[in-house]
C-alpha cells in the first residue's frame, strides 16, 4: 500500500507562471515531509520541507503548504524557471521512525521558455 | 568540500554474480541508506544504518546485504544477482537520529543481463 502519493506523473507550465506540485499521504503518523528534486543522472537534492506543527514554510521562490486534515501537501514555485524543470519526489517521515524516508513515485515538471 | 560518492557509476553485470556497489560519504554522518530508483516506483529504501556494525533491513531488502565496518562506507552487496535488480541504486546519508534531510549521492545505475 503506498503511503505517500504523487498522483500527477508530470506537469508542464509555462515560464514565470506557478507550478504546483501535489502530494497526498496516507499515515497519520508522518510528522515531517520533505521535497526533493532530480536531475537525470543525479542524485536527488532536498530543496525545502515542513514539520506537522506548521501548515506553511518558505524558501525563496519555493513554499509548501500542509493541511494535514487532508493528508495533503503542495508545492509551489514562483515564478517557474526552465532550470526547474526536473524530477520532484515528495517523502515523509514518522517520529519514531528512525528518520526512514518513504518516497512517491515523483512528478516530473517541464517548464517552457 | 564534504561528499558522498558512489562506485561505479555503471555496471553490467550477468545473472547469477555478486556484485557490490560502494558508498563513501565525508560528512562523517552516523546514518547511511540504500534505495533503488525504478519507474512507476519513485525511491525504494533497501538497507539502512545508523552507525558501526548496525545494519536494518529496508522495504525491499530481499536479495541484498550490507555491512558498516566503518562511519564513511556503506558497501551494497547483490548476493546473487537477478535480471529483476536492474535499477538505478541511490546511497545517502544524514548527520543523526533527529535530522530527517538526507544527502543523496550521484547513483549507479546496475545492469544485470
Known amino acids: 500500500d503506498q503511503q505517500v502519493k504523487q498522483n500527477s506523473p508530470s506537469l508542464s507550465v509555462q515560464e514565470g507562471r506557478i507550478s504546483i506540485l501535489n502530494c497526498d499521504y496516507t499515515n497519520s503518523m508522518f510528522d515531517y515531509f520533505l521535497w526533493y528534486k532530480k536531475y537525470p543522472a543525479e542524485g536527488p537534492t532536498f530543496l525545502i520541507s515542513i514539520s506537522s506543527i506548521k501548515d506553511k514554510n518558505e524558501d525563496g521562490r519555493f513554499t509548501v503548504f500542509l493541511n494535514k486534515s487532508a493528508k495533503h501537501l503542495s508545492l509551489h514555485i514562483v515564478p517557474s524557471q526552465p532550470g526547474d524543470s526536473a524530477v520532484y519526489f515528495c517523502a515523509a517521515s514518522a517520529w519514531g521512525g528512525s528518520e526512514k524516508l518513504v518516497f512517491g513515485k515523483g512528478t516530473k515538471l517541464t517548464v517552457n521558455p | 568540500d564534504a561528499e558522498i560518492t558512489q562506485s561505479p557509476r555503471h555496471k553490467i553485470t550477468e545473472t547469477g554474480r555478486q556484485v557490490t556497489l560502494a558508498c563513501h560519504q565525508t560528512?562523517?554522518?552516523?546514518?547511511m541508506f540504500w534505495y533503488r530508483q525504478d519507474l512507476g516506483h519513485g525511491l525504494r529504501l533497501i538497507h539502512y544504518s545508523y552507525g558501526v556494525q548496525d545494519t536494518n533491513k529496508g522495504e525491499v531488502s530481499d536479495g541484498y546485504s550490507v555491512s558498516r565496518s566503518n562511519t564513511e562506507d556503506l558497501p551494497l552487496t547483490l548476493e546473487s544477482a537477478a535480471s529483476s535488480q536492474t535499477s538505478v541504486y541511490f546511497c545517502?546519508?544524514?548527520?543523526?537520529?533527529?535530522?530527517?534531510?538526507?544527502?543523496f549521492g550521484p547513483g549507479t545505475r546496475l545492469t544485470v543481463t
Open positions: 545517502a546519508s544524514s548527520e543523526s537520529l533527529e535530522s530527517y534531510e538526507q544527502y
Open positions: 560528512w562523517n554522518h552516523n546514518n
